[in-house]
């Protein structure tokens, strides 16, 4: 009779049943991976990428989210250990040679930081492994493809002189406030002005700090100079 028990059959399918699958601990590590891996990649993308903040602040909201629930379920510390290493490893690409091995290292790295930070409550790793193993392998692809190309292109805008550009007329591309995108000397930067600035405006060249240019919104008056045209 406790075999066949009514009791018994409404527990084995319970309505719960279903919803706890979304609130069990295998669910909420494989969703904060996935935060975790688009803010790290949105993040890169941003660091070699000119724009108007938007990556930036899409990858801090994604990391957000990720560190957020980080504080809500199990996690290996020792992770945090190859995730910082990958990033040093990124800045290195940046301003080392041979960006592609620095690149290459530094998506390894950072999967095998990612793929291991949620653990599960006996100490294992919570991630899929099917999971881990095809977004380990496009994090590998995007850093080797997509990054590789941007970071190629930003270091070839970084070989010119910055102090040629001092002074120098362009256009803002992106409405500038204060942050956006300006064409000057016929590359891309990141544009800073205290004012705001519409798109398709003249600005001018007044400051740099770091890659972001400072610029200044031109009075449409203003003489150019041959120099300042060519740019």
């Known amino acids: 009779m406790r075999?066949?028990?009514?009791g018994a059959k409404l527990e084995a399918g319970a309505p719960g049943g279903g919803q706890k699958m979304f609130t069990d601990s295998s669910f909420l590590p494989n969703l904060l991976y996935l935060f975790l891996v688009i803010g790290l990649w949105l993040a890169a993308m941003?660091?070699?990428?000119?724009?108007?903040g938007a990556l930036?602040?899409?990858?801090?909201?994604?990391?957000?989210?990720a560190g957020v629930g980080t504080l809500s379920t199990p996690f290996n510390p020792w992770a945090f250990l190859p995730l910082a290493v990958g990033?040093?490893?990124?800045?290195l690409s940046l301003w080392r040679r041979q960006e592609a091995v620095w690149l290459a290292l530094s998506a390894i790295v950072l999967s095998v930081g990612s793929a291991y930070l949620y653990a599960t409550?006996?100490?294992?790793?919570?991630?899929?492994?099917?999971?881990?193993?095809?977004?380990?392998?496009?994090?590998v692809g995007f850093f080797w493809v997509t990054i590789r190309r941007?970071?190629?292109a930003h270091?070839?805008?970084?070989?010119?002189?910055?102090?040629?550009?001092?002074?120098?007329?362009?256009e803002a591309r992106t409405p500038l406030d204060p942050v956006g995108t300006v064409q000057v000397a016929g590359e891309l930067w990141s544009g800073r002005s205290g004012n705001r600035v519409a798109a398709g405006r003249k600005i001018r060249v007044v400051g740099r700090d770091g890659f972001v240019l400072e610029v200044e919104a031109m009075d449409e008056s203003t003489p150019i100079s041959?120099?300042?045209e060519a740019s």
Not at 46 to 52: C, L, Q
Not at 56 to 65: D, G, R, S, Y
Not at 121 to 139: E, F, I, M, N
């Open 3 to 6: 075999a066949g028990a009514p």
């Open 46 to 52: 941003a660091a070699v990428t000119p724009g108007t």
């Open 56 to 65: 930036e602040l899409t990858a801090l909201t994604a990391l957000a989210v």
């Open 87 to 91: 990033v040093v490893l990124f800045a």
């Open 121 to 139: 409550p006996a100490g294992g790793p919570a991630v899929h492994p099917l999971l881990a193993s095809v977004v380990s392998l496009a994090t």
């Open 150 to 152: 941007s970071l190629a």
């Open 155 to 170: 270091k070839a805008r970084r070989a010119h002189d910055l102090g040629l550009v001092m002074g120098q007329v362009g």
């Open 226 to 228: 041959k120099r300042e």
